[in-house]
């Protein structure tokens, strides 16, 4: 696609219920990002796919967040049992994985409102 | 405290008027970009430098990087009240090849008309 798509734009839920958040990354990036924005603050990293490779799960922040992809398409966040420390923006991030870091393009984030 | 600091937290101008932010960081890095971000959603690259280089221009734009002192300036010249925005940093890779870029917690521009 064109760019980076999140869906949904926003979600409200109620603590202790399940929540899929999903990103469409731009057309062959390889590599793609899930990061966390509390209001007011900076980015905090979730978690990180390149190609095939394992992922890089360092940032989750509990077992109750997951995240697949796969190949280099579509990537689902799922957050298990909510909790109202989850409020957030997800943001999801695609990249041309080179041998460096390159610039990120960045969805425009799911707003997440637990209850 | 956080790799990619910048400074100010928080900044005021009127239009027309240039504005500087700031970001240190701590370890060693490959290059350092800048992004923006309006309304706290997604992010927009702007720049970026690589540590081989001490300055880069682009429209309005121009950053600078001292990688003696672990530090990068993002100067806005001639501000429109749509350059309100939040303002980051990210520095990357780090040691250990890890690809994953570090964030600055942000500088929060405000330009009045």
């Known amino acids: 696609g064109a760019g980076v798509s999140q869906s949904p734009s926003n979600k409200v839920t109620e603590k202790g219920k399940d929540v899929e958040l999903r990103c469409d990354p731009i057309?062959?990036?390889?590599?793609l990002y899930w990061y966390r924005q509390r209001l007011g603050q900076g980015l905090e990293f979730l978690i990180y796919f390149q190609g095939n490779s394992a992922p890089d799960k360092s940032g989750l922040p509990s077992d109750r967040f997951s995240a697949e992809r796969t190949g280099e398409s579509v990537s689902t966040l799922t957050i298990q049992r909510t909790q109202q420390e989850d409020s957030a923006v997800y943001l999801c991030a695609s990249s041309l994985q080179t041998v460096m870091v390159e610039k990120l393009f960045f969805g425009s984030g799911t707003q997440l409102s637990v209850l | 405290s956080q790799q990619g600091e910048e400074d100010p937290q928080a900044l005021s101008i009127q239009e027309g008027e240039n504005a500087t932010m700031n970001c240190s960081y701590k370890t060693s890095i490959n290059n350092l970009q800048w992004y923006r971000q309006n309304s706290g959603r997604g992010l927009v690259h702007l720049i970026l430098?690589?540590?081989n280089e001490r300055e880069k221009h682009s429209g309005r734009l121009r950053v600078t990087l001292d990688t003696s002192k672990k530090s990068s300036s993002l100067l806005i010249t001639a501000s429109r009240a749509a350059d309100t925005a939040s303002y980051f940093c990210a520095t990357g890779p780090h040691a250990g090849n890890n690809r994953k870029l570090i964030w600055g917690l942000g500088t929060s521009l405000a330009v009045n008309p």
């Open positions: 430098i690589r540590s």
């Open positions: 057309s062959g990036h390889t590599a």
